[in-house]
């Protein structure tokens, strides 16, 4: 029973971190007048609308029990929901680059916030005195480590993650058409870079600051 508890709390954690942070997205945009979220019915918090059956399920298990079958004890839980159409354009003509960059970063925001209400309520909740107590103290815990990850992973200036998206429009803002330059060569090899980190120990390296800020919430 307590395994599928402890399962049951990672899956709904995650699927809160991921789904939200797609919502904030189409949000943010929204304010900047960008209708193409709202229309396509991706504002909603049916989860149904947003998991991507290998970004949300397949692929974090895989990196899940992979870490497991080689001995990690605390493994990385990654992964992604079907990203929330933005028609840049229209964010840009309304609000220039630096709305840009507040699109590109919203849902980084949105997971670091849910880390810090979470890890702010925790301590309520331990030591468990019931079933409910200790699901709810399991909920809280995993929301301050998946949203953390998420969010450090996220701020890696790699396409296509935020992290890359934001320094790209901030370089447009100012005009260092460098910066410009090497992020338009290196898009389209981006997806297989993030796996060569994910997957060799590199992946140490990028989740380092993510171990500290979530020892540093939980402590």
Known sequence: MGSIIDYLAIIIAFLIAIIGHEIMHGLVAK????????????????????????????FPLLLYFSQKLAGVSNPIIFGWAKPVPVNMFTVIENGGYIAGVAVSLAGVTYNFVVALIASSLVAFFYPAHSLLSGFVFLLLYYSVVVNVILAVFNLVPIPPLDGANG???????????????????IEPYGMLILLIILFTPIANYIFWPAEILISWLLH
């Open 31 to 58: 304010y900047y007048g960008d209708m193409t979220a709202s229309k396509a019915g991706r504002l909603s918090i049916n989860p149904l609308r947003h998991i991507d059956p290998f970004g949300s399920i397949i």
């Open 167 to 185: 320094v790209k429009f901030l370089a447009l803002q100012f005009k260092w058409e460098g910066v410009v330059k090497f992020y338009n060569k």
